[in-house]
């Protein structure tokens, strides 16, 4: 029986599908979601180019962990107005697909349920999808939800 369950969430329209299944499946299961967000890290000062202006955009680590908790924390009350009871949130900065993985692995968890597509860019169209990359790294049941 599933007593943890991992959802990666972004944000996007296909991880709030995530979390809505999970929280079913939790709430009928009594069981335990846990919700992580983990944004990677700017690799350097990235440029947003603006018509003749152009600006340096630095994301800090606290920054991205302030914006990941906000996710996650809709993300819970999601889950607790489909019904879900016990919700845990975690933020991780790193790459995604190994952090999700070693949360999985550490915090022993049952089941992963991811959506098929977050907020990836074409990046990912090349190098494949983090619910992909996740899929065949982690030891336990994945669910992708479309």
């Given at each position: 029986?599933?007593?943890l369950?991992?959802?990666?969430?972004?944000g996007?329209?296909?991880?709030?599908?995530?979390?809505e299944?999970a929280?079913?499946?939790?709430?009928?299961?009594?069981?335990?979601?846990?919700l992580?967000?983990?944004?990677e890290?700017p690799?350097?000062?990235?440029?947003?180019?603006?018509?003749?202006a152009?600006?340096?955009?630095?994301?800090?680590?606290?920054?991205l962990?302030?914006?990941?908790?906000s996710i996650?924390k809709?993300?819970?009350?999601?889950?607790?107005?489909?019904?879900?009871?016990?919700?845990?949130?975690l933020?991780e900065i790193?790459?995604p697909a190994?952090?999700?993985v070693?949360?999985?692995e550490?915090?022993?968890?049952?089941?992963?349920?991811?959506g098929?597509?977050?907020?990836?860019d074409?990046?990912s169209?090349?190098?494949?999808?983090?619910?992909?990359?996740?899929?065949?790294?982690?030891?336990?049941?994945?669910?992708?939800?479309?």
């Open positions: 029986m599933s007593k369950i991992l959802v990666p969430v972004d996007s329209d296909p991880a709030k599908k995530a979390i299944f929280a079913d499946w939790a709430k009928h299961h009594d069981a335990t979601l846990l992580v967000h983990v944004p890290p690799v350097g000062d990235e440029v947003m180019v603006m018509g003749g152009s600006i340096y955009m630095h994301t800090t680590p606290d920054e962990r302030t914006i990941g908790d996650v809709a993300g819970a009350e999601l889950a607790r107005e489909q019904g879900c009871k016990s919700v845990e949130t933020v790193g790459d190994r952090k999700i070693a949360v999985a550490d915090r022993k968890v049952d089941m992963i349920v991811m098929t597509r977050g907020l990836g074409w990046k169209l090349l190098l494949g999808s983090v619910s992909h990359k996740v899929t065949h790294l982690a030891d336990c049941t994945c669910v992708t939800v479309r």
